[in-house]
């Protein structure tokens, strides 16, 4: 088992930044991949990145809408994944869900995550 806690959400103007942390523990050594995903209102909850977990320098994916704005980094000595959000807009406004995985596969089809944090409200206001 993995447990996730999320934390670094909140309310930001148009054109802000805000970084998000997701801290892990129990047995992370069986993790593979860890992902960012948010969900707006009425909406079905959408990848915004992944960081394999167990290779030092870890692979980066991202959703297309998102890159060049949004970084996933990972810090395994802390057990936390980050995601350094810039330049947000309005519809960026969802609420943000760390998830993690022991297996490769599709690393944007949330349902192939095991594991999922209790998410973080990010507010973006215009």
């Known amino acids: 088992q993995v447990q996730l806690v999320e934390s670094g959400g909140g309310l930001v103007q148009a054109g802000g930044s805000l970084r998000l942390s997701c801290a892990a523990s129990g047995r992370t050594d069986s993790t593979f991949l860890m992902g960012w995903f948010r969900q707006a209102p009425g909406k079905e909850r959408e990848f915004v990145a992944a960081i394999t977990w167990n290779r030092r320098l870890g692979d980066t994916y991202y959703a297309n809408s998102e890159k060049g704005r949004f970084t996933i980094s990972k810090d395994n000595a802390q057990n936390t994944v980050y995601l350094q959000m810039n330049s947000l807009k309005p519809e960026d406004t969802a609420v943000y869900y760390c998830?993690?995985?022991?297996?490769?596969?599709?690393?944007?089809?949330?349902?192939?995550?095991?594991?999922w944090g209790q998410g973080t409200q990010v507010t973006v206001s215009s």
């Open positions: 998830a993690a995985r022991n297996s490769g596969g599709r690393y944007a089809n949330p349902r192939e995550y095991a594991y």
